[in-house]
């Protein structure tokens, strides 16, 4: 049974961004004042992990790593709920998510739409 609660609560917010047909980038997200909390993944998915890129000024996108020196990687498949722990994105203010790794890129054969759950910094 599904709460009668239909809206976010004010300290979240979802985002709609779409890795096209043939390619493995989304377009950027605008972070600002929030950091991604969670990943609704799409229907359809051509297998591959998410990795993460973030950027300053949204020209120059660079590859997201842990305090440990590790690539931030997302383990997403079809129809599935992945829960991201928001100290990943902490301080990255434009985002793009990735299908697969900086070395092995999976280009999606689809366009695939992926929800966002941000959380508001405070």
Known sequence: MQSDRTKMAPS???VEVTIPNGA???A????YGFR????QMPAA???????????????????VYDSDGNAV???VDDQRFVTVFTGYTAGIPILKLRSGTSASPV???ADRVIKLLLSKVR
């Open 12 to 14: 979240q917010e979802v």
């Open 24 to 26: 493995a980038l989304s």
């Open 28 to 31: 950027a997200v605008n972070l």
């Open 36 to 39: 991604l909390a969670g990943i």
């Open 45 to 63: 998915w051509d297998t591959a992990i998410l990795t993460l890129q973030g950027s300053l000024d949204g020209a120059t996108f660079y590859d």
């Open 73 to 75: 990687e997302l383990d």
């Open 107 to 109: 280009n999606q054969t």
